[in-house]
């Protein structure tokens, strides 16, 4: 039987949608029977947003003033900048953001509709260019900084005329960042900072970025850190490139060798660096897994692009079973990351980041080895693993290059483990991992 119009698959509607081609030929099929059973154990949702979930009047607010913005910046006829500030003025660039912080006081839920209306209308999206700076620069700074800093820090970086990075990560402290070892010395109204930081993503394009430093090492290892501003281009700071088995070089180590940083640069009180990094980390799994992408859009539409260019006898029964799965739980994750926008309309995201980031990097994984597989021999082929050194985050291009770049989805903004720990802990109230470094001062716990 063909799946008719408006039938629903996994509580989704699938009328006009491009799968809906592979998915009417599936009755019957395990993955339409795995597709119901699922869709019977899952609270109902809806494809698109309940209009009863948003204000009538907010909506139609926000879209006034995107047609206004649209209607006196033409996109086509000023530059990036130009555009992405007026949009920043307006209220436009991060619409839950309170009024002049580049925001109208409003709930994140408009934030699609805003994205819709001003793609159609050919605005740019720099996005991929500072996605540190957008999705965790912008919400720390409005949670911890002074009113100096919001006003100094957030327009130039929406505008990407400053892009951002996030220095956490160090050779001994990944999953574990709170073990850093990088130190920050008070000297009068500075701070004197030495110590390596690792995978910093896009440090060799960035302006400033958001350190974690230890300040008082005699403290249990969370108390003892404190947060701070960073100028990249300051004197004793050396950014190396790590080079990807893409070819691409994204990611850095960074050396702070005797960087003075003012205290004027610090995010929030000494000793409490602990409380904003839980901010950054928070914002940071959202902006990695928790995106709300138009329907059958990024790595699923090249799956089933793929799909459509095989010949006949290259499609079985089997891969079709495997495509339309793939896409399923690809809507399921929009679906659940649409539930956990409408959840935290405002403030800081809470554990349902990590369901959203730890679902987008297995089945990012899982959908780009199913395009290997599609492509049988041709998977094989790669064009040139020559170092690049890209200026924006995550990576873009054929098949096979996702393919080897979405193996760093399990590991960047917190690995797969560490997720699973969030949400065994936070959510299911299971007991903690064991710790033998509780109450101990950093100093005395041993590290290697």
Known sequence: MIIPPHATVAGTWLSGTPALSVISALSGTPALRRCNRYRRSMVSVSAAPDPATLSESDEAHVERLVDELVASKPPALCSEVEFLGAQFDAGLAFVHFPVGYGGLGLSRKLAPVISARLQKAGAPNLVARNAIGYGMAAPTILALGTEEQKRRYLRPLFTCEEIWCQLFSEPGAGSDVASLATKATRDGDEWILDGQKVWTTLAHTSRFGMVLARTDPEAEKHNGLTYFVVDMHAPGVEVRPLRQMTGDAEFNEVFFSGVRVPDSERLGPVGEGWRGAIVTLMNERVSIGGSIAPRGSGPIST???????????????????????????????????????????????????????????????????????????????????????????????????????????SIEGGTSEVMRNILGERVLGLPGDVRVDKGVPWSKVPRN
């Not at 405002?346 to 990590?354: A, D, I, K, R, V």
């Not at 790669?382 to 098949?399: L, V």
């Open 303 to 409: 799956a089933v692009g793929i799909w459509t260019s095989l010949p006949d006898g290259e499609r079985s029964a089997a891969k079709r079973d495997r495509l339309v799965s793939l896409w399923i739980q690809a809507e399921v994750l929009r679906l659940t990351n649409m539930r956990a926008a409408a959840a935290s309309a405002l403030g800081t995201p809470g554990p349902e980041g990590s369901t959203g980031k730890l679902a987008y990097a297995e089945i990012n994984k899982s959908i780009y080895e199913f395009c290997v597989d599609l492509l049988g021999a041709r998977g094989m082929l790669y064009d040139s693993y020559e170092m690049r050194r890209p200026d924006g985050a995550g990576g873009h291009g054929s098949a096979t290059r996702m393919f080897l770049r979405s193996r760093a989805n």
